[in-house]
């Protein structure tokens, strides 16, 4: 049979889009962009653009006769635009792991063992990521739900534009501290407040707090959980108003600092305006075709890659609900 090395390897490569389509399935954001084709695969370039999808500023209006019409023009190439983030989990056997996995079912069991736990640690980091500021690792992780969905929406800038001076860059901060009394009133006016015809938020993320008040509070009008395609790795739902609000915390806490979520906060998304874009030859794959044994280590190497960055092309009509 092949040496480790190779076996690691060619599983790594042969398992690519299972790993893909794991670590989708345990962001409920990602589950929902994956549905409506939004995952996408491709030459990225140096940046990622994408068209402004909201923006109250238009040229056109009503007329009658023979009146003149505004042909003002208009800049419809407006952008957001986001930099390639690049994220990466290694393989690593030692040389004392090999020599004592001689046989060739030891092997095999070592290889899998190696890759189940890589698998598992990018699942957690690309999750904790997508969910958060995007200030980790010095600014280099991606550009999360709370940097898009921000408590603070008048301030900074979202995909290089400034939310001081554009509207259409902020989404809106609802400022309430949820209790299980008031948790569906206050909802139900944030969704209300972004509703345009027959679009509205369509998921609800949020951490353990605010759950457990939904949670609480539909108890007594008999909602009852509801297990979906949605979230396949032990996620939770509940519908409430058209919305399927998940469990975006979990293990950590009341804090849910495995999520990134604020506490007692919730963010309602319309998630036909969100993206995830990835570089082809790193998405979700190995670095290189054989593992590499530093100089100075009794070991071999490997990365799993991953270039892309996670994208909203409107801000404006994404809520945060947070005390």
């Not at 030891?106 to 990018?122: F, G, N, P, T, Y």
């Not at 539909?218 to 739902?237: E, P, V």
């Not at 409430?240 to 975006?248: A, I, K, N, P, S």
């Not at 100075?296 to 799993?304: K, N, R, S």
Request: one cysteine or more; charged letters at 20%; hydrophobic letters at 35%.
């Amino acid at each position: 049979m092949p040496n480790i090395e190779q076996t690691i390897v060619t599983t790594l490569w042969d398992q690519t889009d299972e790993i893909a389509d794991e670590v989708t399935r345990n962001n409920a954001l990602l589950r929902y962009i994956e549905s409506n084709g939004e995952k996408r695969t491709r030459n990225l370039g140096y940046e990622i653009r994408k068209p402004v999808m909201y923006n109250d500023t238009a040229v056109g209006g009503f007329y009658s006769g023979y009146s003149s019409f505004n042909l003002d023009a208009i800049d419809d190439l407006t952008a957001f635009v986001f930099a390639i983030k690049q994220c990466y989990e290694p393989v690593a056997i030692s040389g004392r792991e090999k020599r004592a996995n001689q046989g060739d079912m030891q092997l095999i069991d070592l290889a899998e063992a190696k890759i189940k736990a890589a698998r598992a640690r990018l699942k957690n980091t690309v999750n904790t990521s997508l969910n958060g500021l995007g200030t980790g690792f010095g600014g280099l992780e991606f550009d999360g739900i709370r940097k898009a969905v921000s408590t603070s929406p008048s301030t900074g800038s979202y995909g290089g534009q400034s939310r001081v001076t554009e509207m259409y860059a902020r989404n809106l901060a609802v400022t309430a501290t949820c209790t299980a009394a008031n948790i569906q009133e206050t909802i139900t006016d944030a969704i209300s407040q972004t509703v345009r015809g027959d679009e509205q938020a369509d998921l609800g993320l949020q951490d353990n707090t605010n759950w457990k008040l939904l949670h609480s509070s539909l108890t007594a009008i008999q909602r009852i959980t509801n297990s979906s395609d949605k979230l396949k790795a032990g996620g939770r739902s509940l519908f409430y108003d058209g919305v399927e609000f998940v469990l975006g915390g979990g293990w950590g806490g009341p804090s849910a600092v495995s999520s990134g979520l604020e506490t007692n906060s919730c963010r309602l998304l319309q998630t036909k305006y969100w993206s995830f874009d990835l570089q082809s030859g790193a998405d979700f794959k190995p670095l290189s075709p054989t593992m590499a044994r530093p100089v100075d280590q009794d070991a071999f190497f490997t990365v799993i890659i991953v270039e892309g960055n996670l994208c909203c092309a409107a801000p404006a009509l994404q809520v945060v609900i947070a005390p």
